[in-house]
C-alpha cells in the first residue's frame, strides 16, 4: 500500500503546478517536441504501471438487535408515557484504503432471538442475526479488524467486543476510567463483555480523532449519555458526509425536541454535546443516522450492500 502510494504521489505532483513548485516559472516554458515526447512518455508511465485506483471508502451497516421497551418515556422524561416503542440496534463496518474499523459491536450474538428481559421488564432484547455471522458473509475475520469504535460502554453496543482480539480500541479518557475502572457496573458496563479487547493496542482519546489522518473518519467526543460517549463522523463520496449517533439520540422525536433520557450520566453535558455536533453537521454538510431509530434504519440498507 506504501508504495502504491508514492507512485500515486509522484504522478499528482508532476502534473500539479502548485506542488511541484513551478508556477511561476510556467508561463515562461514554450513547449517543445522532445518535451510533448516527453510527456507523452511519463502521462504513459503513470496510466499503464496498473497502479489500482485505490478502494474507495465504503460503509456497511448491520443489525445488531433489537430492544423493545416498555415505557419510551425513560428516554424523553414527561413525554409518551408509558407508550411502548422498538429500538432497531445498528453497528458498522468502515472499510478504508488504510485499514477496517468497526462501530458498535451490538448486543452479545447469545441473546438469541427469544431474547432476554433486563431492568425488571423495562427492556426486551434479542438477536435474531449475530453479527459474527454477518462479517463471515463478508469475508471478514474479526481478528483484522484494526481498528474497534465504541460509542459507548453500554452492553447493548460492548456485546461482541470480544470478537476484535487484535483492533486498537479507540476511546476517550473518560469511558476509559469508567470501563476499566473498579466500579464498571456503577455505569451500568458489564466488563465481561469487553475483557478480551486488546489492551496493549488501547487508544485513549481527549477530543476528536481522526481515525486514518485524512479527515474521512472522525471521532467526534460527545460526552454526556455517559462519561465519554462519542459518535462518529464517515465522508462518503457518494452517499455523502455521515454522522453515525451513538446514543446521542435514540431516536428522531429525541433529537428535534432535544430530549434528554433519564438515565444519562449528564444532562447538561448532553446538550452541549447536542449543540457541538449539530454545529459540525451544518459545516460539514453532513446528516444523522441515528443507531437505535428503527423507522430511519428501514430506509438504511443493511450489508452486503456498501454505501460509498
Ligand atoms: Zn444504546
Known amino acids: 500500500m506504501a508504495i502504491l502510494k508514492s507512485s500515486t504521489a509522484r504522478c499528482r505532483t508532476f502534473f500539479n503546478p502548485k506542488l511541484n513548485g513551478h508556477t511561476t516559472q ?17 502521462l504513459n508511465g503513470c496510466a499503464s504501471t496498473g497502479e489500482p485506483k485505490p478502494e474507495p471508502l465504503k460503509l456497511y451497516v448491520f443489525d445488531c438487535g433489537n430492544i423493545k421497551v416498555a415505557d419510551v418515556s425513560l428516554f424523553s422524561p414527561g ?18 484504503p488504510e485499514g477496517d474499523m468497526v462501530w ?34 463478508l469475508q471478514i475475520k474479526p481478528e483484522e479488524i484494526d481498528y474497534l469504535g465504541i460509542s459507548h460502554f453500554h452492553m447493548d453496543h460492548t456485546g461482541n467486543a470480544n470478537l476484535f482480539t487484535n483492533a486498537s480500541l479507540l ?13 464498571a457496573d456503577k455505569y451500568g458496563f458489564q466488563p465481561e463483555t469487553y475483557s478480551q479487547v486488546n489492551r496493549e493496542k488501547i487508544n485513549v482519546l481527549n477530543s476528536d480523532h481522526d481515525v486514518f489522518g485524512d479527515g474521512k473518519v472522525i471521532i467526534k467526543r460527545a460526552i454526556g449519555h455517559t462519561p465519554g ?47 457541538s455536533v449539530e454545529i459540525f453537521m451544518r459545516n460539514k454538510g ?6 437505535h431509530d428503527k423507522e430511519q434504519n428501514e430506509s438504511i440498507r443493511r450489508a452486503p450492500y456498501a454505501y460509498q
Not at 413525554?79 to 478504508?96: A, M, P, V, W
Not at 453532513?286 to 443507531?291: H, L
Open 26 to 42: 510556467r508561463r515562461q516554458i514554450t513547449i517543445s517536441g522532445s518535451m510533448i515526447l516527453l510527456l507523452a512518455i511519463l
Open 79 to 96: 413525554f409518551d408515557e408509558g407508550q411502548e416503542k422498538e429500538l432497531t440496534n445498528s453497528c458498522y463496518l468502515i472499510r478504508h
Open 104 to 137: 458498535d459491536t451490538g448486543l452479545n450474538d447469545a441473546i438469541g432471538p427469544k431474547g432476554l428481559e433486563l431492568w425488571d421488564g423495562a427492556f426486551h432484547l434479542s438477536v435474531t442475526n449475530p453479527l459474527g455471522k454477518q462479517l463471515k458473509a
Open 171 to 183: 476511546i476517550q479518557k473518560e469511558e476509559y476510567d469508567a470501563a476499566f475502572g473498579k466500579k
Open 229 to 275: 460517549h462519542q459518535a462518529l463522523y464517515i465522508d462518503l463520496e457518494d452517499e455523502g458526509p455521515i454522522m453515525l449517533s451513538g446514543d446521542l439520540y435514540h431516536f428522531t422525536k429525541n433529537r428535534t425536541f432535544r430530549r434528554v433520557p433519564s438515565f444519562n450520566y449528564d444532562k447538561a453535558q448532553t446538550q452541549q454535546s447536542m449543540d
Open 286 to 291: 453532513a446528516k444523522m443516522w441515528i443507531q
